[in-house]
Nanobody
Framework: HLVESGGGSAQSGGSLRLSCAVS????????MGWFRQSPVKEREGVAY???????RYEDSVKGRFTISQDNSQNTLFLQMNSLKPEDTAMYYC????????????????????WGQGTQVTVSS
């Protein structure tokens, strides 16, 4: 069970921090990631953390977003800085029992578990 929070409105250049509370399993044992979807774009990946703790980012957010995990809280985070209007989207956290999101994507499948999403709106 994944529950996102922390979305809202921000101005261009501002920051937001998203959280994804995990229940029912230990988050650090699986790969997790943040994805987003806007009305004008297909769902796209944003940032990923593998079961070994390694992280990867899509080029569009590299250097601005940071994915992290607090094992004591069983929670995934996405720190978003230097926000741009094009970051406006519904953000979803996802998890999969495979060790890496790269593996998931190479298989051409979606992550197994998804949250309900949290809206992020960035104004210019």
């Amino acid at each position: 069970h994944l529950v996102e929070s922390g979305g809202g409105s921000a101005q261009s250049g501002g920051s937001l921090r998203l959280s994804c509370a995990v229940s029912g399993y230990t988050a650090s044992r699986y790969c997790m990631g943040w994805f987003r979807q806007s009305p004008v774009k297909e769902r796209e990946g944003v940032a990923y953390i593998d079961d070994d703790g390694s992280t990867r980012y899509e080029d569009s957010v590299k250097g601005r977003f940071t994915i992290s995990q607090d094992n004591s809280q069983n929670t995934l985070f996405l720190q978003m800085n230097s926000l741009k209007p094009e970051d406006t989207a519904m953000y979803y956290c996802a998890a999969d029992p495979r060790p890496s999101m790269s593996t998931v994507r190479a298989l051409g499948v979606n992550p197994l578990w998804w949250g309900q999403g949290t809206q992020v709106t960035v104004s210019s």
